[in-house]
Each structure stands twice: as C-alpha cells, then as structure tokens.
C-alpha cells in the first residue's frame, strides 16, 4: 500500500524511514544511496506497505514481504536476528526505530536511569 491509497482508505499511517548510508554494510560496499522506507497503521506495528530503493532491493523485501503474509509487524521484525553486517539490517534499524516510538516518557526517565546506574 502506498500512502495515497491508505489516505483514500482513510487509514491513518506513520512512515519509517533510514538511509542505506546509515548502514554499515552499504557503507562498506560503496552503496550508500537509497533508503528503506515502511508504513505502519498508526498506533500499531501492522505493516501496511514498504518501498525499499537499494541494489540489494530485492532480498531486503523478502523479510518485509513475509512479515506482511505472515500478520507480523515491526515489533516481532525488531526481535529477530539479522545478519551482522548485511544491507537488510536497514529494516532492523527501522523496527527499532519504531520500538523507541512506544517509550512513553515514564518508561524513557526508568530506563535511562537504570542505564545510568548500570553503567557506574
């Protein structure tokens, strides 16, 4: 789905979006122009569509296409492991892009102030 269609469905979305340049394995194999992008029904994880413009397009896909056939979202794709360092680790960032979405300031403020602590 694109943003177009959800707008004239009237579902409401939010966009994630990262640059290839924001990956290490894009950085090291010179291919650092394009961006993965995934829509997500607002308030939820449920992946609506994705446009990923990247040499290794088509196998970053594949994780998103799945994800959408199988009902997962974004959370679940955050809790899986993603080959280090690989161009499809885009979408690992993304979905952790989406997780920090969910701290609400209370859980934000306890854990920063376990990290603090932890880390003395």
């Known amino acids: 789905m694109y943003a177009h269609e959800a ?4 579902i409401a979305y939010e966009i994630f979006r990262k640059p290839l340049s924001e990956v290490d394995r894009a950085r090291t194999d010179g291919e650092t122009e394009g961006f ?3 829509m997500v029904k607002q308030g ?5 569509g994705a446009t990923i413009v990247a040499s290794e397009a088509g196998e970053i896909l594949n994780e998103i296409t799945l994800a959408m056939v199988a009902g997962l979202g974004l959370k679940t794709l955050s809790t899986a492991i993603h080959s280090y ?3 499809s680790e885009v979408i690992r960032k993304i979905a952790d892009g989406y997780n920090r979405t969910r701290l609400t300031p209370l859980i934000k403020r306890m854990f920063t102030t376990w990290l603090a602590w932890a880390l003395r």
């Open 7 to 10: 707008e004239a469905a009237g």
């Open 85 to 87: 360092p690989t161009q």
């Open 36 to 38: 993965a992008k995934v």
């Open 44 to 48: 939820t994880d449920q992946i609506l």
